[in-house]
T-cell receptor, first 112, second 114 residues
Framework: GENVEQHPSTLSVQEGDSAVIKCTYS??????FPWYKQELGKGPQLIIDIRSNVGEKKDQRIAVTLNKTAKHFSLHITETQPEDSAVYFC???????????FGAGTQVVVTP | EAQVTQNPRYLITVTGKKLTVTCSQNMNHEYMSWYRQDPGLGLRQIYY???????DKGDVPEGYKVSRKEKRNFPLILESPSPNQTSLYFC?????????????FGNGTRLTVT
């Protein structure tokens, strides 16, 4: 089955700097890669996703890149702000499969 | 407001005492799923349902049961809870898995089994 590894487990950045989180997956049939942000006491919320027919996707300060050959995808947050502090999860799935495999999560702390 | 509602938010119980965690969504989503979140392990899928009366095992189904008798509800049942089921549980729904349809999560149920 699918296995998703996520690094780093914790990331501390200065406000205004960039943050990068990387995930690797094992199942070459996976074709959908969402990223979720979880704030304290809440459920995860989708922040961006990418499908396997696209190499990069941007939404304001957030971007995701996908390398299908190497089977890894990354989340990039630019100009970080204190409200970006949260736990971020990557995930992998494929159409009609019903299963989502999540990474172990990255605790991001943005210090002023 | 579109949402996934879980109840209760917090639950403390003893080993062996049957319990049910309810999950309800008001978005007419076909797909629903349960996850448990443990430190260092991320979110692990327990069970999922592609539609009414259709349920399948996720990665960690042992010790859990689910049912999907109607579209909006997907309760999680622990027939005989054990301490290793102490965890943070999330219910999620989606219009359809993948296909650019995001998972919507509830706010979680923190379960402690003593």
């Amino acid at each position: 089955g699918e296995n998703v590894e996520q690094h780093p487990s914790t990331l501390s950045v200065q406000e205004g700097d960039s943050a990068v989180i990387k995930c690797t997956y094992s199942d070459s049939a996976s074709n959908y890669f969402p990223w979720y942000k979880q704030e304290l006491g809440k459920g995860p919320q989708l922040i961006i996703d990418i499908r396997s027919n696209v190499g990069e996707k941007k939404d304001q300060r957030i971007a995701v890149t996908l390398n299908k050959t190497a089977k890894h995808f990354s989340l990039h947050i630019t100009e970080t702000q204190p409200e970006d502090s949260a736990v971020y999860f990557c995930a992998a799935s494929r159409d009609s499969w019903g299963k989502f495999q999540f990474g172990a999560g990255t605790q991001v702390v943005v210090t002023p | 407001e579109a949402q996934v509602t879980q109840n209760p938010r917090y639950l403390i119980t003893v080993t062996g005492k049957k319990l049910t965690v309810t999950c309800s969504q008001n978005m007419n989503h076909e797909y629903m799923s349960w996850y448990r979140q443990d430190p260092g392990l991320g979110l692990r899928q327990i069970y999922y349902s592609m539609n009414v009366e259709v349920t399948d095992k996720g990665d960690v189904p042992e010790g859990y049961k689910v049912s999907r008798k109607e579209k909006r509800n997907f309760p999680l049942i622990l027939e005989s809870p054990s301490p290793n089921q102490t965890s943070l549980y999330f219910c999620a729904s989606s219009l359809y898995p993948a296909l650019n349809s995001p998972l919507h999560f509830g706010n979680g149920t923190r379960l402690t089994v003593t």
